[in-house]
T-cell receptor, first 115, second 114 residues
Framework: DGGITQSPKYLFRKEGQNVTLSCEQNLNHDAMYWYRQDPGQGLRLIYY???????QKGDIAEGYSVSREKKESFPLTVTSAQKNPTAFYLCASSKGSWSGHNEQFFGPGTRLTVL | AQSVTQLDSQVPVFEEAPVELRCNYS??????LFWYVQYPNQGLQLLLK??????LVKGINGFEAEFNKSQTSFHLRKPSVHISDTAEYFC????????????FGTGTRLQVTL
């Protein structure tokens, strides 16, 4: 079955540590996205990539980094510079970017907790 | 800039009753509009979308929404809800121009009880 996988489902991190969240898709989509979800705030865009080896900052990129070396993979690193990293992180992908005809498909999410 | 507002953070409703979840948008340009559903600890699933044409859009699970340009609204409705409809619902908008990002509302928690 085609889809998006995110791992791990739950992640615990000590303050001051970097951590990398995995996102893999087998939908052959060009565009991939990372969102952060906090209670009562909806989804906020962290980074997005329209094509391999290219990515752009979203609305809340500070303290995060990404890479897009392969079409199917878009890992997100939460660095120690992110002041409030505890949140639910969602990865998404679409055929192309930012078009009403390109539906975004979402992964199941990773819940990150900083201890 | 575009914004999407969901006026109700929570909507309690009894099973088999009708429900309306409200969404308003503000944009100086044409928009595409979407409703997504999120079940606990899961990702988002597209319910329906409005791109153009008929203002009444039908989606999955018996949901529908009506695009109202004069009132800048895109309210989601279901004539009879089920316990399994309990979830978080997000309205989202996208300007039809290029290089525009998908903007999400803050979500409405639909709680269906017996």
């Amino acid at each position: 079955d085609g889809g998006i996988t995110q791992s791990p489902k739950y992640l615990f991190r000590k303050e001051g540590q970097n951590v990398t969240l995995s996102c893999e898709q087998n939908l052959n989509h060009d565009a991939m996205y990372w969102y952060r979800q906090d209670p009562g705030q909806g989804l906020r865009l962290i980074y997005y990539s329209q094509i391999v080896n290219d990515f752009q900052k979203g609305d809340i990129a500070e303290g995060y980094s990404v890479s897009r070396e392969k079409k199917e993979s878009f890992p997100l690193t939460v660095t120690s510079a992110q002041k409030n990293p505890t949140a639910f992180y969602l990865c998404a992908s679409s055929k192309g970017s930012w078009s009403g005809h390109n539906e975004q498909f979402f992964g199941p999410g990773t819940r990150l907790t900083v201890l | 800039a575009q914004s999407v507002t969901q006026l109700d953070s929570q909507v309690p409703v009894f099973e088999e009753a009708p429900v309306e979840l409200r969404c308003n948008y503000s944009s100086s340009v044409s928009v595409y509009l979407f409703w997504y559903v999120q079940y606990p600890n899961q990702g988002l699933q597209l319910l329906l979308k409005y791109l153009s044409g008929s203002t009444l859009v039908k989606g999955i699970n018996g949901f529908e929404a009506e695009f109202n340009k004069s009132q800048t609204s895109f309210h989601l409705r279901k004539p009879s809800v089920h316990i399994s409809d309990t979830a978080e619902y997000f309205c989202a908008g996208l300007n039809t121009g290029t290089a525009s990002k998908l903007t999400f509302g803050t979500g409405t928690r639909l709680q269906v009880t017996l």
